[in-house]
């Protein structure tokens, strides 16, 4: 029988998008204050990390003009249990009522 597995998977959150009516590396966060104009995205991810206080990877979208932050969490993935036919005698309907 096999054995189940862990995997990593990813989640994006958005936490800001680019101010483009202001032009340049402009970035508003979508939590928190949303009305603050950031100038760098170094600022950005900054104000980010002080209101969340938690280490994550982030991926910039650029031709979007959107911020992520990467979520990780661990799946189990089991294994698919083997297949038994009632013809060969392994397997009775009977019996799963």
């Known amino acids: 029988m096999e054995e189940s597995k862990i995997v990593q998977e990813e989640h994006l959150e958005l936490i800001a998008n680019r101010a483009k009516d202001l032009g340049g590396d402009r970035w508003?966060?979508?939590?928190g204050d949303t009305l603050t104009v950031h100038q760098t995205l170094t600022d950005a991810l900054e104000a980010w990390f002080q209101m969340?206080?938690?280490?994550v990877s982030f991926r910039l979208d650029p031709?979007?003009?959107k911020l992520y932050a990467i979520r990780t969490e661990e799946v189990?993935?089991?294994p698919e249990p083997a297949k038994t036919f009632s013809i060969?005698?392994?397997?009775s309907q009977i019996n799963e009522k």
């Open 63 to 65: 031709l979007d003009s």
């Open 28 to 31: 508003r966060l979508v939590e």
């Open 88 to 91: 060969y005698g392994e397997f």
């Open 76 to 78: 189990e993935i089991k």
């Open 52 to 55: 969340k206080g938690e280490p």
